[in-house]
């Protein structure tokens, strides 16, 4: 596709259950990155991949989250046990290579209830 | 660690009034992005500036750099409903080009 597309744009789900979200990245770019953005605030950083690997995953704010990228394109972003406070927009970009303009998807808007 | 502030916090511009927003970094920068956000959207890439003293235009918005890497200013000339929306600096505060860090951002309002 032309841009970052993630998948879905909306979810809601109650609390204590398990999410996927699916980011696919500008074809051909390979570094890719996940940000969470709570009402009234920038994004926060959560994880970067350059390639299939994990540059930095420093973001994530506990053991509960885990981002994959098998292939080294498309991400998901994996969130056990949800609880209300992980409620917010999830941000997928991704990059030509590191230090390149980065391009950001229309999120994924997360809620638990 | 790294502080980034954005500010004014928000503002209201008459519309073919220009506006400036400011971004500080209480440290040296590798460089810094500007976005803009509108409500339940993704981020729209405006400018990325990575040289100290260095200026970019695009139509009638202008960023800059200053010198010493510390500071950044986002101009927009003759505003236009259309530039309406949550303008966002992203900084990079160390040669970890993918870890951006993100002002709270700025709220830009432009009546008729």
């Known amino acids: ?113 | 660690s790294q502080e980034l502030e954005q500010s004014p916090q928000s503002l209201i511009v008459q519309e073919g009034k220009n506006l400036t927003i400011n971004c500080t970094s209480s440290k040296t920068l590798y460089g810094l992005y500007w976005y803009k956000q509108k409500y339940g959207e993704g981020l729209i890439f405006l400018m990325m500036l990575q040289k100290g003293g260095e200026e970019k235009s695009h139509e009638k918005i202008t960023a800059k750099l200053d010198e010493k890497k510390q500071q950044s200013s986002l101009h927009i000339t003759a505003s236009q409903p259309s530039h309406a929306g949550i303008y966002l600096c992203g900084a990079v505060p160390t040669d970890s080009w993918g870890k951006l860090q993100f002002g709270a951002g700025t709220q830009v309002v432009v009546t008729p």
């Open chain 1, 1 to 113: 596709g032309a841009g970052v597309s993630q998948t879905p744009s909306n979810k809601v789900t109650e609390k204590g259950k398990y999410v996927e979200l699916r980011c696919d990245p500008i074809s051909g770019h390979t570094a890719l990155y996940w940000y969470r953005q709570s009402l009234g605030q920038g994004p926060e950083f959560l994880i970067y991949f350059q390639g299939t690997g994990a540059a930095d995953d420093s973001g994530l704010p506990n053991d509960r989250f885990f981002a994959v990228r098998p292939e080294g394109s498309v991400s998901t972003l994996k969130i056990q046990r949800t609880e209300r406070g992980d409620s917010a927009v999830y941000l997928c970009a991704s990059s030509w290579s590191l230090g390149n303009t980065i391009y950001f998807g229309e999120g994924s808007w997360l809620t638990v209830v």
